[in-house]
C-alpha cells in the first residue's frame, strides 16, 4: 500500500528555535498534502492544504507566517514551525492524496515536537 | 513490521448496525484510534482505548483486546449521515501512529 513517512519521529527544541519537519510519500506521487495538529485524545486539526509547486492554503486562525509549508515536489512537503514556543507543542501529522484520487488520504506516523 | 488490517469497504442498512474491524500486529502498543472521515473533510475523532473492553458513547462503541491485537467500532441505528470513511490507528512504542488504510462505509436507505 501507499506510505507516506515523517522525519523527525520526535524532536525537542529550545524555544525561539525553527523546526522542520518533513514529510515524504515513499511510493506514489502526492499532488495534496495536508498538515494536521493534534492535541491528545483529539480531533486532528488541519492547519493547511498545500499543492504541489503552489502556495499552501491555510486554515482560519493558522499563522502562515509561523508555518511555513512548502511543497516543492510531489513526493515531498516540509513544514518549518519558526521561532517555536512551548504552546506550539504538539503531534503533527501529514497525509498525501495521490494524483487522480479523490478522497483517499494516506497518513504519516506524526511527528512529535516539545518545545521548552 | 508493522501492519493495520481493516476492511477495505462495507455496506449497511440505515437504522441496522455494523461492526468494523481492526486488527495490528506493532511493536509496542500505547493506544487505539477510531477517527471518522467524511470525503473532502479533516478525521474526527471518535475513541480513543487503551485498555480492555467495551467503551460506549451514545451509538458509537469501541472494543478492544489486547492480547488478541484486535479492536471493534459499533455504530448502532446507523443513519445516512454515518456514511464516512473509518480508520483506525495505533500508537507504538514509539508513540508513532500508524495508521489503517480506513474502511469505506456506505449506508443505504
Known amino acids: 500500500g501507499a506510505v507516506v513517512s515523517q522525519h523527525p519521529s520526535w524532536v525537542i527544541c529550545k524555544s525561539g528555535t525553527s523546526v522542520k519537519i518533513e514529510c515524504r510519500s515513499l511510493d506514489f506521487q502526492a499532488t495534496t498534502m495536508f498538515w494536521y495538529r493534534q492535541f491528545p485524545k483529539q480531533s486532528l486539526m488541519l492547519m493547511a492544504t498545500s499543492n504541489e509547486g503552489s502556495k499552501a492554503t491555510y486554515e482560519q486562525g493558522v499563522e502562515k507566517d509561523k508555518f511555513l509549508i512548502n511543497h516543492a515536489s510531489l513526493t515531498l512537503s516540509t513544514l518549518t514551525v519558526t521561532s517555536a514556543h512551548p504552546e506550539d507543542s504538539s503531534f503533527y501529522i501529514c497525509?498525501?492524496?495521490?494524483?487522480?484520487?479523490?478522497?483517499?488520504?494516506?497518513f504519516g506516523p506524526g511527528t512529535r515536537l516539545t518545545v521548552l | 513490521g508493522q501492519n493495520i488490517d481493516q476492511p477495505t469497504e462495507m455496506t449497511a442498512t440505515e437504522g441496522a448496525i455494523v461492526q468494523i474491524n481492526c486488527t495490528y500486529q506493532?511493536?509496542?502498543?500505547?493506544?487505539l484510534f477510531w477517527y471518522q472521515q467524511h470525503a473532502g473533510e479533516a478525521p474526527t475523532f471518535l475513541s480513543y482505548n487503551v485498555l480492555d473492553g467495551l467503551e460506549e458513547k451514545g451509538r458509537f462503541s469501541s472494543f478492544l483486546s489486547r492480547s488478541k491485537g484486535y479492536s471493534y467500532l459499533l455504530l448502532k441505528e446507523l443513519q445516512m449521515k454515518d456514511s464516512a470513511s473509518y480508520l483506525c490507528a495505533v500508537v507504538d512504542s514509539n508513540y508513532q501512529l500508524i495508521w489503517g488504510a480506513g474502511t469505506k462505509l456506505i449506508i443505504k436507505p
Open positions: 506493532t511493536s509496542g502498543f500505547n493506544g
Open positions: 497525509s498525501a492524496r495521490a494524483s487522480g484520487e479523490v478522497d483517499e488520504q494516506f
